[in-house]
Structure formats: structure tokens, C-alpha cells
């Protein structure tokens, strides 16, 4: 099993930035892929970024391309979402997941089916 928790949320106004943290339960070693997603009320949950652990390739979705940056401090077992420009349509609850099943890579990583281990979720809210 692997917990999950994340943190970092809050309220921000547009053009801010805010930098969530999730951090593992766990040794980082059995988890392949950390990811983030997002669910605004009345959506789909939404990719919103990818990491390979051990190799660092990064995955984001072009929403949020160019703005967010996915990054890890293997030594705090910790992943963390910098988030740059944020718009008011970036406001939702910021989910980390954890794929410990294997490597994933490009759309696999996008697909929330993919990933075995949810947080809790951490709300963002970007004020217009």
C-alpha cells in the first residue's frame, strides 16, 4: 500500500503561482510514475502532469504546458506541481496518484486508469 497526501493548495489570483506538494508513505523505490490530476465541479477528471521516477521523463497536457512544472526530491519521497500563470479555469482539486504496476509513457500516463494510488486532493482556487 502507498499513502498518499498531498498540500499546497489555496487561493490564489489569476497570473499567481502556487507550488503543490505530495509526498509517499513509502520508499519511492516500487513507484514507477507519479502523476497529477484535477476535477473541477461538474467535470472529468482531468491530466494535468506526469514523472518517471527514475528517469525524470515529464508528461503534460497542453492546457498546461509551458506553466506547470513537475519535479521530485527522491531523498523526501515527495513530488511536487509548480504551478506558474494560473488562469480561474485552472481552479479545481489537485489529485496526486502513484503507479507502481510499471513505467508508463505519453498517453498511458495521461489516463487516470493507469495510476494505482490516489491522494485525498488539495483545493486551488484562482480568483479572476
Known amino acids: 500500500q502507498v499513502q498518499l497526501v498531498e498540500s499546497g493548495g489555496g487561493l490564489v489570483q489569476a497570473g499567481g503561482s502556487l507550488r503543490l506538494s505530495c509526498t509517499a508513505s513509502r520508499r519511492t523505490f516500487s513507484i514507477y510514475t507519479m502523476g497529477w490530476f484535477r476535477q473541477a465541479p461538474g467535470k472529468e477528471r482531468e491530466f494535468v502532469a506526469a514523472l518517471s521516477w527514475s528517469f525524470s521523463n515529464t508528461y503534460f497536457p497542453d492546457s498546461v504546458k509551458g506553466r506547470f512544472t513537475i519535479s521530485r526530491d527522491s531523498a523526501k519521497n515527495t513530488v511536487y506541481l509548480q504551478m506558474n500563470s494560473l488562469k480561474p479555469e485552472d481552479t479545481a482539486l489537485y489529485y496526486c496518484?502513484?503507479?507502481?504496476?510499471?513505467?508508463?509513457?505519453?498517453?498511458?500516463?495521461?489516463?487516470?486508469?493507469?495510476?494505482?494510488?490516489w491522494g485525498q486532493g488539495t483545493q486551488v482556487t484562482v480568483s479572476s
Open positions: 496518484a502513484a503507479r507502481t504496476r510499471g513505467y508508463c509513457s505519453g498517453i498511458e500516463c495521461s489516463r487516470s486508469s493507469e495510476y494505482d494510488y
